[in-house]
């Protein structure tokens, strides 16, 4: 199992797209997060069908309406159940279908808010 995180802005380029699916193809990778990709919620299953045909998806629309997180699998080789998710993060239990290893994993994207401290 190979896993990978790739802060991707820019997803709605094809080259992007491509360089994505060559970059899960080339790597093996079975299980990815892709943070700030900038795709719209209409858009993203489509394009997401495009790079990891077959793959299940998790995303995080529904507390961010610019949905900043992405975690997709082949659910061949992993069991995905999102625990917890926020604007920030999304959190899952992942399961190995072959070996039954079960861990817990992060998807973290950090905003870039400005917080002002005067003391």
């Known amino acids: ?10 997803l709605n380029d094809p080259l992007k797209q491509r360089e994505a699916k060559l970059f899960i193809k080339n790597n093996k ?4 997060g892709l943070l ?5 919620e209409i858009n993203v299953k489509r394009i997401l069908n495009f790079i ?3 793959w299940h998806f998790a995303h995080n629309y529904k507390s961010a309406h610019l949905g900043r997180i992405l ?3 082949d659910p061949h080789i992993l069991s ?3 625990l917890n998710q926020s604007s920030q993060y999304i ?3 992942v399961q190995s279908i072959q070996t039954g290893l079960l861990f817990l994993t992060t998807f973290v994207y950090g905003a870039n808010d400005y917080i002002f ?3």
């Open 52 to 54: 990891c045909p077959h």
């Open 91 to 93: 959190h899952c239990e």
């Open 1 to 10: 199992m190979h896993f990978g995180v790739w802060n991707l802005r820019g």
């Open 36 to 40: 700030e990709h900038k795709v719209k």
């Open 117 to 119: 401290f005067f003391g």
């Open 80 to 82: 995905v159940n999102v």
């Open 71 to 73: 975690v997709c699998w």
């Open 29 to 32: 990778v079975s299980l990815v």
